[in-house]
């Protein structure tokens, strides 16, 4: 599998943030995209996931599913946890496993995985910013997705939730999934960087 980005060009309310950029990234393999503030991480994760229309250039995965797009074969983390407040853990990662469809996995084991088997009856409204991201990281698990878009990933996490998350994107990566992360701190597994909008 290889997700392939040719002279891609995001503009984002009228301004170009960046073009022609060429990435490419492989199963097995996870990207480090960094930058300046602004330089469009956020906005290249969001052109991979689909949710933003490149201005030109193109984005493809070869070796996917043929039957699925690619943003049915992305997870895409951004950096704000897309929790309903109201809603319980359990049913948090429910909606979202819905809401994805798809192959699902076992719910209560990702909880635990993420250290939150503790906590499933609890509205998510209650929950500490480090748990928040905990419960959107167990989206990862409870849906298969061959890519991983992480926005940020390890914002809010304690040392041992950075710990937990290595393992993960580890075990993601060794099973012929592929990683592309935006940030600004070490990713926490070997990565290749792919540097947008000049030296930072
Ligand atoms: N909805 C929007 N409308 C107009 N401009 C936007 C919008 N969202 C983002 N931008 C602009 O696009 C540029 C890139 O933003 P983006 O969030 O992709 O950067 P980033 O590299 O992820 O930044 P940071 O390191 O601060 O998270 C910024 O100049 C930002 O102001």
Not at 33 to 44: A, D, E, F, M, P
């Amino acid at each position: 599998m290889q997700l392939c980005g040719r002279g891609v060009t995001c503009v984002r309310g009228g301004r170009e943030v960046f073009a022609g950029l060429d990435f490419k990234a492989v199963s097995g393999e996870a990207v480090a995209v960094v930058g300046r503030n602004g330089s469009g991480k956020t906005s290249l994760l969001r052109l991979i996931a689909g949710l933003l229309i490149p201005a030109g250039g193109t984005i493809v995965l070869d070796g996917g599913d043929a039957d699925m797009t690619l943003p049915e074969q992305c997870h895409y983390l951004g950096h704000r946890d897309a929790l309903k407040p109201a809603l319980s853990v359990q049913e948090n990662l429910s909606f979202w496993a819905d809401f994805l469809g798809g192959e699902r996995g076992d719910a209560a084991e990702s909880l635990a995985i993420v250290g939150l088997d503790h906590a499933t009856h609890l509205p998510a409204a209650f929950l500490s910013a480090g748990q928040r991201r905990r419960l959107s990281l167990a989206r990862l698990l409870t849906v298969r997705r061959p890519v991983w878009l992480l926005d940020e990933p390890t914002n809010a996490l304690d040392v041992a939730g950075q710990d937990m998350f290595s393992g993960l994107m580890r075990q993601h990566v060794a099973s012929g999934g592929l990683i592309i992360a935006a940030t600004h701190a070490p990713l926490g597994i070997e990565s290749r960087e792919l540097r947008i909008g000049g030296v930072a």
